[in-house]
């Protein structure tokens, strides 16, 4: 009889666990690229990626930025890429959330600074992408409650929840101060919280998904082709 | 003698429940502390001294709960001294800091600067309902000659905020907004300085 219910609860935790984590790891991403000129990196030129923080109710997080910097400055054609801090504590105070430039005629007129421009070649920047954008939890249902007492502690219940990442990058070329293009990328994917005794959380991995998806485009167009 | 123990570890439990629940009802203190850069700007070629007055270093701002309780102290400690340290030796071709005004003409100093807070507002996301903490700071900046006639009073505010983070707690995410409002600061007065009309007055007829 023991043996039975064993084989019945290994059962579940073999076809029911792996069938959940597989429903958790999907998520949908979509990647729209828009070229306006043509793009090319050499050896000993780099790229900067500089987050947006203008807007009053949300700002781009610095992590999402280092987690694209990463993405792109590894792998087999890996591209230089300067830190967002180390960038913009070396140009300080032009990068700052209200001085940044919010265009491509902005910059020219910053590059006529010679500090600026000086500081510019010092890196050795070629392009520069703005990323813009945010995460957002919406669709929370379920309820999970926990108890303590001296037999034990558990949880029961169920929870789920929607993100959605939402990010575009736009790329300047500093060489010739134009905006060669846009990479936008939305991504969604549902999460469970089911609570059986102990709470299994499944994620779906939606902004490490949208990272990785917009870094190895960002890196291609960079690269050009 | 199972029960004498028993009662040792209930007593243990509850003072330690007690002073928990003290702890947390005590006002959570901020000393603002943070890294500022140096600004990538030329030099104006004047000799400035410095004023810290002991209530920009004292100050601090109590953030009270919705039952009136204080809740958080914002306290200002050495944070504006070190960010003019960075700024102002990038900004002006000699820096003296002064006891008082009295000594800006011994120390051959041209312009006299003396920084004050004049009002520090705290928005916390339990009260905003944002996603952001956000930190606003208005200064008074002085700005006199080296007698000690007025020049200018410039009134310069900041703004700085920073996203709620899972892994990061509330004094850590109220130092970092009040940081960025420090950098907020830096960037205005690196760039504007030589624009407010009394200074920018005062330079041409030099």
């Known amino acids: ?225 | 003698m199972k029960r004498n123990i028993f009662c040792q570890y209930t007593k243990k439990l509850l003072g330690g429940c007690l002073i928990f629940f003290v702890q947390s009802c005590g006002t959570s203190s901020i000393v603002i502390e943070g890294q500022y850069p140096s600004p990538n700007v030329t030099k104006i070629p004047l000799s400035i001294g410095v004023i810290y007055p002991q209530e920009l270093i004292d100050f601090n701002y109590v953030e009270y709960s919705e039952i009136g309780e204080e809740e958080y102290r914002v306290q200002s400690g050495q944070s504006h001294r070190d960010l003019f340290d960075a700024l102002l030796p990038s900004m002006f071709e000699r820096v003296v800091v002064l006891d008082s005004i009295e000594s800006a003409v011994s120390q051959e100093v041209d312009i006299v600067f003396l920084p004050a807070i004049e009002e520090f507002q705290l928005a916390l996301p339990s009260k905003t309902k944002l996603d952001v903490f956000e930190v606003w700071v208005k200064y008074n900046l002085r700005i006199s000659d080296s007698e000690g006639k007025g020049i200018a009073d410039w009134i310069l505010t900041s703004y700085g905020k920073t996203p709620t983070r899972t892994m990061r707690s509330v004094e850590n995410s109220i130092n970092q907004a009040a940081v960025v409002a420090l950098r907020d600061f830096a960037s205005s007065f690196t760039l504007g300085f030589s624009q407010v009309p009394e200074i920018r007055q005062w330079l041409s007829q030099r």
């Not at chain 1, 940044?100 to 421009?117: F, Q």
């Open chain 1, 1 to 225: 009889m023991n043996k039975l219910r064993i084989h019945k609860y290994l059962e579940l935790i073999i076809f029911v666990v792996p069938f959940l984590l597989f429903q958790s790891a999907c998520t949908s991403t979509t990647v729209d690229e828009f070229r306006q000129g043509a793009t090319g990196i050499k050896t000993d030129e780099s790229v900067v990626i500089l987050g947006r923080r203008q807007g009053s109710e949300y700002e781009t997080r610095e992590e999402f930025v280092d987690c694209v910097g990463d993405r792109v400055s590894s792998g087999q054609d890996a591209v230089t890429v300067i830190p967002e801090r180390e960038f913009v504590d070396a140009m300080f105070p032009w990068f700052e959330p209200r001085t940044a430039p919010m265009g491509v005629s902005n910059l020219e007129r910053l590059m006529a600074d010679n500090l600026v421009s000086e500081q510019m070649e010092k890196f050795g920047i070629r392009y520069m992408v703005w990323l813009d954008g945010f995460t957002e939890t919406s669709g929370r249902t379920g309820s999970i409650s926990c108890t303590a007492g001296p037999g034990g502690a558990g949880c029961f219940g169920f929870g789920s929840w929607e993100d959605d990442s939402s990010f575009n990058a736009r790329v300047w070329d500093v060489k010739s101060r134009q905006n060669v293009g846009t990479i936008n990328t939305d991504a969604s994917g549902q999460s469970y919280l089911p609570a059986l005794v102990i709470p299994i959380p499944l994620i779906a991995r939606v902004e490490a998904n949208a990272c990785s998806r917009l870094g190895d485009q960002l890196k291609a167009f960079v690269k050009g082709g």
